[in-house]
């Protein structure tokens, strides 16, 4: 099972503030509530130390990240592997009247039974910390 995930929020702020935040790899994991630990491993690459609750694993997954596509100021991929899963993310950023949408899409693969599910109750809140921690970095109210 796959399971696909995609949010759009808009934002009161300019595109290029909101592109520092989103292509920045650590700032975008931080937000994450299962990355207990991150390694920066390049400028576009890390590693994401990931704590999740399922069976045949009882430690830390480490998922080897790095952005596979760049489009300065407008769009980034990246993609994350490990032994339990793949992971792919999106982030397409707009200017549309005076606001900044930001689109994000994701899509993980498990290659151990729970980690779908795992993804599948969780990846929608993951989603509102990157929203709250990107308004935060922003100085935004917390409400869209």
């Known amino acids: 099972m796959t399971v696909r995930v995609e949010r759009t929020f808009e934002l009161d702020a300019p595109?290029?503030?909101?592109w520092e935040f989103i292509s920045d790899?650590?700032?975008?994991?931080r937000p994450i509530s299962a990355v207990v630990d991150f390694e920066l491993t390049g400028p576009e690459s890390a590693i994401w130390h990931l704590e999740i609750?399922?069976?045949?694993t009882?430690?830390?997954?480490?998922?080897?990240?790095?952005?596979?596509?760049?489009r300065e100021g407008e769009y980034v991929r990246f993609v994350g592997?490990?032994?339990v899963m793949r992971v792919q993310g999106e982030h397409t950023i707009e200017r549309v009247d005076g606001r900044t949408r930001v689109t994000n899409q994701?899509?993980?693969d498990g290659r151990v039974p729970?980690?779908?599910?795992?993804f599948e109750?969780?990846?929608?809140g993951e989603l509102d910390n990157l929203e709250a921690a990107l308004r935060d970095a922003l100085g935004l109210d917390s409400d869209p």
Do not use: C, Q, W
Request: net charge negative; proline share 10%.
């Open 121 to 124: 109750r969780n990846l929608d």
């Open 25 to 29: 790899p650590e700032r975008r994991a």
């Open 106 to 108: 994701f899509v993980v």
């Open 53 to 56: 609750p399922v069976r045949f």
């Open 58 to 70: 009882d430690r830390t997954i480490a998922v080897e990240t790095e952005d596979v596509e760049r």
């Open 114 to 118: 729970g980690v779908e599910t795992f």
């Open 81 to 83: 592997t490990s032994k």
């Open 15 to 18: 595109p290029e503030p909101v």
